[in-house]
């Protein structure tokens, strides 16, 4: 089952604009990341928040992460036609066996307009 | 620096025909390696988890398989293929600090596999 579920499911905006995409989660986690994916290509990493930690910056990405309502945000400011891509948010999966790898939600598919 | 290598970028395969995709890792050691689908405009999902050659995990039933010969190798496999297993298979490597994934996972640029 989804661990992650992203809102929207899709945001276009004007170039300038701040995108603002959402995470729920479900379970408790030690940490959330966000990860971005141009079409058809693979994800890269943008940031990784602790469960201790509530903000997060780099560069123009801000990340909270609010683990009483298992819920974060990406807030990317003063937008660029290059951020027009598919964001993620995603958190570890653990077994007795130890970490398992990562659950992702479904996205948020961002598009900038020019 | 690690980098990560992962092909056929894309592949046609007929209903029934065999799959061997390859995924290696450089620059690291004893990765945690990863196989997921993603279907279109959807979620990846986690298909296979190694930590260790000869180490996998399947996390879903399929007629798929995988198999780490080698530290750094991971490949993904199926007898027959079905029409059902169409999608992009992403490979991602991590380690594991204290047990627990702490940091980033690194991926591969994909392999869009359509099955006709």
């Known amino acids: 089952s989804q661990q992650g579920e992203e809102d929207p499911q899709a945001l276009s905006i004007q170039e300038g604009e701040n995108a603002t995409m959402n995470c729920s989660y479900k379970t408790s986690i030690n940490n959330l990341q966000w990860y971005r994916q141009n079409s058809g290509r693979g994800l890269v990493h943008l940031i990784l928040?602790?469960?201790?930690?509530r903000e997060k910056h780099s560069g123009r990405l801000r990340v909270t992460l609010d683990t009483s309502k298992k819920s974060s945000s990406l807030l990317i400011t003063a937008s660029r036609a290059a951020d027009t891509a598919s964001y993620f948010c995603?958190?570890?999966?653990?077994?007795?066996?130890?970490?398992?790898?990562?659950?992702f939600g479904k996205g948020t598919h961002l598009i900038i307009q020019p | 620096s690690q980098t990560i290598h992962q092909w056929p970028a894309t592949l046609v395969q007929p209903v029934g025909s065999p799959l061997s995709l390859e995924c290696t890792v450089e620059?690291?050691?004893?990765?945690?390696l990863y196989w997921y689908r993603q279907a279109a405009g959807r979620g990846l999902q986690l298909l296979f988890y190694s930590v260790g050659i000869g180490q996998i995990s399947s996390e879903v039933p399929q007629n798929l398989s995988a198999s780490r010969p080698q530290d750094r190798q991971f490949i993904l496999s199926s007898k027959k293929l079905l029409l059902s297993d169409s999608g992009f298979y992403l490979c991602?490597?991590?380690?594991?600090?204290?047990?627990?994934?702490?940091?980033?996972?690194?991926f591969g640029q994909g392999t869009r596999l359509t099955v006709v």
């Open positions: 991602a490597w991590s380690v594991l600090l204290r047990g627990l994934m702490n940091t980033e996972a690194f």
């Open positions: 995603a958190t570890p999966t653990y077994s007795g066996g130890g970490a398992d790898g990562l659950t």
């Open positions: 620059g690291t050691s004893n990765p945690n």
């Open positions: 928040i602790r469960s201790n930690e």
